[in-house]
């Protein structure tokens, strides 16, 4: 079963991709995924969302590093390259991982792109909550969704509708 996130997000999915059932994702943390129409030599570009109220002091960058220990634990060839981005009021971290996993039937060489998003928690203001978007395609196809992946993280914003 899917999990939820801690603050309500909305945003609008780029053209042609689909939503997908989160458990199909082999983790009970994806609260929201979404697949690209176009398989690139058996593996489906896809995006996902999750996240959490992290452990206090915790920060992007010790999240950040915890998801590439885990990816580390079942790929090989982990590269990373990250930033950190926004402001002190809105921080936010992006990394790239490179790595050689295998995805179906066959080993792989995919590119997961991460974007760490730090929100205020509608209920309780002194707590943020960390929001993680990821889009993981084959090394191939990896550049030609990115800017889908871009456009997407440009419309993800609190939702802070009544009732919602």
Known sequence: MPTTLPVPIAFRLPEGWLPAHPEAFGTQEVAFAAVHPQPDAGFTANITIDGGFPPDGRTLAELADESVRRLREVAESVAVHRREVGSAEAPALTQ??????????????????????SLVDTEDPRRRAVIRL??????????????????????VRPDIREGV
Request: aromatic residues 10%; without cysteine.
């Open 96 to 117: 790239r991982v490179a790595f050689s996993a295998v995805a179906g039937d066959a080993r792989r060489d995919l590119v997961q792109s991460q974007v760490y998003l």
């Open 134 to 155: 990821a889009l993981t395609a084959t090394a191939a196809q990896h550049d030609a969704v990115l800017t889908d992946f871009q456009d997407f993280v440009r419309t």
